[in-house]
C-alpha cells in the first residue's frame, strides 16, 4: 500500500497519519496459557500483534518498546519510503531520535485494541461469538503484562527504554511500577500518573454517546446491519476537541467561521469546526470499533499510580531506571503539572530525572505534530546516548566556583543555562549532577549533552528537593533574574550543605557613574549589558545588600572572592568590593 493522500489543509489533524486498511507489516503471536486479569478473570488464547524495526543484537541490549495511544496502533513508523506513514514517523527511523539503525523497536498494539491484538470484536473462545460488551474489564496493567509475555517471546529480558505519549505513557510508567527493573529509560510524554476528573469527565460523555446510540445493540452489533457510528463518531469528536487548544482552535477554524468545507453527513455542520469535527468523526468509524473504545477509555480512566507525592515516591521506590518526561504547555487535558507532581516525587527519591515543558500552542496533539517532535526528540537522542559534542566556554568566575566544588560532590546547578558548568564536572568526575533551568533552548542545549536537567521556576522554590540532598548548591549570575529571593535563599540553605552564589554586584563603579554622572540607567558590559526596558534582571543587588542578607538569615560566609571581569583581576576584600568588583562570589551555608 502507498503513502496515503494528505486530506484537504481544513481537515489536517494528527489522525491522518493513521492506516484505515490492513496493517502491512503487523506480526502476531497467540499465548496459549490463561492471562489473568486485574479486574478477576481471565483471557484465553490473548494474540498480541506488534510491528518491529531494526535488528536485536546478540546479548538483546538494544530493545526499544514504543507504546501508543488510545487511538494509536503496531505501526509506528515506515518500515519502507513507499511504506504508509507511522503515527510517530518524525521520531523513529534510520538515523532519528529512535535510531533503527542502532536499535530494535517494538510497538504492540494494546489489549483491548482492533488492530490485531484481542480485542471485544474477536471471539469469545467459549462461546464462539464475538465478546462484544462481554470482553471482560480490562486495565493499563493486563495491557503490560501481554506486553512482558511478548518481550520473552521476543528474548528481551530489559528494554534499552520505554517510550510512551499519553495513554502510551501510562504503558510506560506501569512498566517500571510493576517491574522495576525492566527498563534503563522510562521516557513519558504528555502524560499523568492519573486522569484529571475533568478529563475522565470527556471520557464518560464519550462512552454514553456509544452505548445510547440506537445501534449498540448491547455491545453484540457485528452481525447486525449497522453499527453505533453515530455514537462512536461523537465520541471522537469530543475526543478530537481536547487535543487542541483554544489558541490553535481559533486559528484553525475562525477565518473561515461561517464558510465551513461541505461534507455528506448527518451531524451539523453550520461553522467551519462542525465539518471538521464531522469529518473527523465519521472518518474514525472506518478503522476503528466501538466496544474497544469503551474497552480502553475505561482502562485509562481506572489507571492510579498515586494522587500524591507520597503515594508517587512508593509507586516507583525501586525505580533501576532513568526518567525523561516531557509536557507541553497548552495541553490541558495532561496538564504540565501533573508531569511535574512525578517529576517531584522521582527527584525526592534521588531518580535520575530530566524534564522539559515545550511551550507550544497545539495542545495534547503536540506529541505527535512534527514541530513540536523536534524540539522533544534530542532529549530522547541524548538519553540513548548520542550526545552533543559542544564546546564549552568556562569564564574566569566560573572556573572560581568549579574550584570551590570539592571533588565527588553532588552539586544542583539553579539556573544552570545550557549546562556548561555542570558538563565541566561531570568531566571531573562527579557522579550526581543536577541542573535547573526554565528558558526552553538553553534546556534543550543542556538535555543534548546527557545532563539531567528539570524545567522548573526557580520563584516557586525548591519544593521538588528534600533537606540536604546536595553537597553543594550553585546559583551562578541568576540572583538578579529571581523575584523571590528570600524565599530561594532559605530553600537552597535547606537543599544543600553549602550553597555558592555568584552575582553581578549592581553598586559597581561603572554602573554608579553612569546613573550619577550620566543620568542613565545602569549599564555595562556583561550581566549588566541590557537597557532599562529590555533586561532579564529583576533585582539590583550589591554586594553589601547580600551580606545584609546574609546576616538577617543567620548565614555564614565560608568563603568571599570579588572580581572585576571587566579588568580580568580579583579584587582584595581591602579595595572595597562593593565599589570596584563587578562580580561576587560567595559561599555560603548554615552557622
Same mark, same amino acid.
Given at each position: 500500500m502507498g503513502?496515503?493522500?494528505?486530506?484537504?489543509?481544513?481537515?489536517?489533524s494528527t489522525d491522518d497519519a493513521r492506516v484505515v486498511g490492513p496493517l502491512q507489516h503487523v506480526q502476531s503471536i497467540t499465548f496459549a496459557r490463561d492471562i489473568p486479569l486485574e479486574s478477576g478473570g481471565h483471557l484465553s488464547e490473548v494474540t498480541c500483534a506488534f510491528e518491529t524495526w531494526g535488528r536485536l543484537n546478540d546479548d538483546a541490549t538494544n530493545a526499544v518498546l514504543v507504546c501508543h495511544a488510545i487511538s494509536g496502533d503496531s505501526h509506528a513508523a515506515r518500515h519502507h519510503p513507499d511504506d504508509d506513514l507511522g503515527w510517530w514517523d518524525d521520531l523513529i527511523g534510520p538515523g532519528k531520535a529512535i535510531d533503527t539503525d542502532r536499535f530494535f523497536v517494538v510497538c504492540p498494539n494494546v489489549l483491548g485494541g482492533c488492530r490485531g491484538s484481542t480485542g471485544p470484536s474477536d471471539l469469545d473462545p467459549n462461546t464462539g461469538r464475538p465478546f462484544g460488551a462481554g470482553f471482560p474489564r480490562i486495565t493499563v496493567g493486563d495491557m503490560v503484562n501481554v506486553q512482558r509475555m511478548l518481550a520473552e517471546h521476543l528474548g528481551i529480558r530489559r528494554w534499552r527504554a520505554i517510550v510512551g505519549g499519553s495513554l502510551g505513557g501510562h504503558q510506560a510508567m506501569?512498566?517500571?511500577? %510493576?517491574?522495576?527493573?525492566a527498563a534503563d529509560l522510562c521516557v513519558v510524554i504528555a502524560s499523568s500518573a492519573r486522569l484529571t476528573s475533568q478529563a475522565l469527565g470527556f471520557d464518560i460523555i464519550g462512552r454514553n454517546a456509544i452505548q445510547t446510540d440506537p445501534h449498540f445493540n448491547g455491545g453484540q452489533y457485528y452481525d447486525q446491519p449497522q453499527r453505533p457510528d453515530t455514537g462512536l463518531a461523537i465520541a471522537r469528536m469530543l475526543g478530537h476537541i481536547t487535543y487542541l487548544s483554544s489558541e490553535v482552535m481559533e486559528e484553525k477554524f475562525d477565518p473561515d467561521r461561517?464558510?465551513? %468545507?461541505? *461534507?455528506?453527513?448527518?451531524?451539523?455542520? %453550520?461553522?467551519?469546526?462542525?465539518?471538521? =469535527?464531522?469529518?473527523?468523526?465519521?472518518?474514525f468509524t472506518t478503522r476503528f470499533d466501538a466496544n474497544s473504545y469503551i474497552a480502553l477509555t475505561m482502562a485509562m480512566d481506572l489507571y492510579d499510580l498515586g494522587a500524591d507525592r507520597l503515594q508517587l515516591m512508593e509507586t516507583f521506590n525501586d525505580a533501576e531506571c532513568e526518567f525523561l518526561l516531557v509536557s507541553f504547555s497548552s495541553d490541558w487535558l495532561f496538564p504540565s503539572s501533573q508531569s511535574r507532581d512525578i517529576v517531584n516525587a522521582l527527584v525526592a527519591l534521588d531518580k535520575p530525572v530530566t524534564y522539559a515543558e515545550i511551550t507550544s500552542p497545539r495542545g495534547h496533539d503536540s506529541f505527535l505534530i512534527p514541530e513540536d517532535i523536534q524540539h522533544y526528540a534530542p532529549l530522547i537522542q541524548a538519553r540513548l546516548g548520542a550526545i552533543d559534542t559542544i564546546a564549552e566556554q568556562i569564564s574566569e568566575v566560573e572556573q572560581i566556583i568549579l574550584q570551590e566544588i570539592p571533588p565527588g560532590a553532588s552539586v544542583l546547578d539553579l539556573g544552570c543555562g545550557d549546562g556548561h558548568l555542570l558538563s565541566a564536572l561531570k568531566r571531573r568526575g562527579h557522579a550526581k549532577l543536577v541542573g535547573v533551568e526554565v528558558d526552553q533552548n538553553n534546556l534543550l542545549q543542556a538535555g543534548r549533552r546527557g545532563l539531567h536537567i528539570i524545567d522548573y521556576d526557580l520563584n516557586e522554590g525548591l519544593p521538588a528537593f528534600i533537606d540536604q540532598q546536595f553537597d553543594v548548591v550553585v546559583l551562578s549570575?541568576? =540572583?538578579?533574574? *529571581?523575584a523571590n529571593i528570600e524565599m530561594l535563599f532559605d530553600e537552597m540553605v535547606r537543599v544543600g550543605r553549602r550553597v555558592i552564589v555568584s552575582f553581578p554586584n549592581f553598586a559597581y563603579r561603572a554602573l554608579r557613574d553612569a546613573f550619577v554622572t550620566g543620568g542613565r540607567s545602569p549599564k555595562a558590559p556583561g550581566e549588566f549589558g541590557y537597557e532599562w526596558y529590555n533586561t532579564p534582571n529583576r533585582r539590583f543587588p550589591s554586594i553589601a545588600d547580600v551580606h545584609d542578607l546574609c546576616r538577617e538569615k543567620s548565614l555564614r560566609l565560608r568563603k568571599e572572592i570579588y572580581f572585576d571581569a571587566t579588568h580580568n583581576r580579583r579584587i582584595a576584600p581591602d579595595e572595597d568590593p562593593n565599589l570596584n568588583a563587578d562580580t561576587a562570589i560567595l559561599v555560603i551555608s548554615h552557622t
Open positions: 503513502a496515503q493522500e494528505p486530506p484537504p489543509e481544513s481537515f489536517a506501569n512498566w517500571i511500577a %510493576r517491574y522495576p527493573d461561517h464558510d465551513p %468545507r461541505k *461534507v455528506a453527513t448527518i451531524f451539523e455542520q %453550520r461553522f467551519s469546526i462542525g465539518s471538521y =469535527l464531522a469529518h473527523q468523526g465519521q472518518k549570575a541568576t =540572583l538578579q533574574a *529571581v
